[in-house]
């Protein structure tokens, strides 16, 4: 029986997966805790599938999956609770950002009873124009969203396996996790720890990534943009109404003027950028419709450990541990 699943999501980590192997080891050891350490390669284009290999040589603990391409973290994760056979899942990166330190004091907590330890980071040494955005988005979040998104939390956490079991039963395609951990409920207790630099190489969270990453949130627990393209449309219907009144009224008081060229055009500017905007935010519900539709999986899998040279063939014990949930 396997106590602790350590899930590890890894793109491009071949620098710093064995540092981070040694000092997952190192912490979860002097705990006595019977545990796993499942990795899975998202498509990565260096050397980090030859160092799993290396890994699961050399300590039978170890597992990983190694996608056919990149498909995205949230894939990855998905694809690790799937693996994950312990009595709890331990979720975190590769690049030692998430401090491995911590895990003796989420074991902790776990036995108090908590089906989700979150570790919530500050923000310590974060640049001040991407700090002030993450709170800007934190409190839009926090107005629109029909789940409660803590700034600072994120994939750093413990779940039980009724959480995981909760996590993996949930069918969508376009998966925003810190959403569904939060929707899935059960008792919570989060703790903050001083935000870490990475051991190597560089993030693969660049501008363009976190501003898709934000709008799928956004997007992924509620219908509200929509309502709100609504209100607008209204609240411009009512503002035309009403300019259109005053405008019958000032020519039946003072006669036609010839009318302005430059309120015409901020009209017409206005009126389209806002008509854009709305078919934006349907387009974007139905193409999130249009792929859930097509029920395509969520990765495929080039290699697992069993494929790997030394290790016994037939099927993987995940695969019959869940069989046997199910």
Same mark, same amino acid.
């Given at each position: 029986?396997?106590?602790?699943?350590?899930?590890?999501?890894?793109?491009?980590?071949?620098?710093?997966?064995?540092? %981070?192997?040694?000092?997952?080891?190192?912490?979860?050891?002097?705990?006595?805790?019977? %545990?796993?350490?499942?990795?899975?390669? @998202? /498509? #990565?284009?260096?050397?980090?599938?030859?160092?799993?290999?290396?890994?699961?040589?050399?300590?039978?603990? =170890?597992?990983?999956?190694?996608?056919?391409?990149?498909? /995205?973290?949230?894939?990855?994760?998905?694809? &690790?609770?799937?693996?994950?056979?312990?009595?709890?899942?331990?979720?975190?990166?590769?690049? *030692?950002?998430?401090?491995?330190?911590?895990?003796?004091?989420?074991?902790?907590?776990?036995?108090?009873?908590?089906?989700?330890?979150?570790?919530?980071?500050?923000?310590?040494?974060?640049?001040?124009?991407?700090?002030? *955005?993450?709170?800007?988005?934190?409190?839009?979040?926090?107005?629109?969203?029909?789940?409660?998104?803590?700034?600072?939390?994120?994939?750093?956490?413990?779940?039980?396996?009724?959480?995981? @079991?909760?996590?993996?039963?949930?069918?969508?395609?376009?998966?925003?996790?810190?959403?569904?951990?939060?929707?899935? /409920? %059960?008792?919570?207790?989060?703790?903050?720890?001083?935000?870490?630099?990475?051991?190597?190489?560089? #993030?693969?969270?660049?501008?363009?990534?976190?501003?898709?990453?934000?709008?799928?949130? *956004?997007? #992924?627990?509620?219908?509200?943009?929509?309502?709100?393209?609504?209100?607008?449309?209204?609240?411009?219907?009512?503002?035309?109404? $009403?300019? $259109?009144?005053?405008?019958?009224?000032?020519?039946?008081?003072?006669?036609? @003027?010839?009318?302005?060229?430059?309120?015409?055009?901020?009209?017409?500017?206005?009126?389209? &950028? =806002?008509?854009?905007?709305?078919?934006?935010?349907?387009?974007?519900?139905? /193409?999130?419709?249009?792929?859930?539709?097509?029920?395509?999986?969520?990765?495929?899998?080039?290699?697992?450990?069993?494929?790997?040279?030394?290790?016994?063939?037939?099927?993987?014990?995940?695969? $019959?541990?869940? $069989?046997?949930?199910?």
């Amino acid at each position: 029986m396997v106590d602790v699943s350590v899930v590890v999501p890894c793109f491009d980590e071949g620098e710093v997966v064995a540092d %981070f192997h040694a000092a997952v080891v190192a912490a979860l050891e002097p705990t006595g805790a019977v %545990f796993e350490i499942a990795y899975v390669d @998202d /498509g #990565s284009r260096d050397a980090t599938v030859e160092r799993l290999r290396e890994l699961a040589g050399a300590d039978g603990r =170890v597992r990983y999956t190694s996608f056919s391409r990149n498909f /995205g973290k949230e894939a990855a994760m998905l694809a &690790g609770m799937r693996m994950a056979r312990g009595d709890c899942v331990v979720l975190m990166d590769a690049d *030692l950002q998430h401090p491995p330190e911590l895990l003796p004091r989420m074991l902790e907590l776990r036995r108090h009873g908590y089906d989700q330890v979150v570790a919530r980071r500050d923000r310590t040494g974060e640049g001040a124009v991407r700090k002030a *955005l993450s709170r800007a988005y934190y409190r839009l979040v926090r107005r629109f969203m029909e789940v409660e998104v803590v700034d600072g939390a994120g994939d750093f956490r413990l779940l039980s396996r009724r959480a995981v @079991d909760a996590v993996l039963s949930l069918p969508e395609s376009n998966r925003f996790s810190k959403g569904l951990f939060s929707w899935i /409920g %059960f008792d919570t207790v989060t703790f903050r720890y001083e935000n870490a630099a990475r051991a190597a190489g560089v #993030s693969k969270w660049g501008g363009r990534r976190l501003l898709n990453y934000g709008i799928d949130g *956004l997007l #992924s627990f509620n219908s509200r943009p929509l309502r709100l393209a609504v209100h607008t449309g209204l609240w411009l219907f009512l503002s035309a109404l $009403a300019y $259109a009144v005053w405008i019958v009224a000032n020519a039946l008081l003072d006669g036609v @003027d010839t009318p302005g060229y430059a309120t015409l055009i901020t009209a017409i500017v206005g009126l389209s &950028g =806002v008509q854009l905007a709305t078919l934006g935010v349907i387009g974007e519900y139905v /193409g999130r419709i249009y792929h859930e539709a097509k029920r395509r999986p969520h990765y495929v899998v080039r290699e697992t450990e069993r494929d790997a040279p030394g290790r016994p063939a037939g099927p993987s014990p995940g695969t $019959a541990a869940r $069989a046997a949930r199910h």
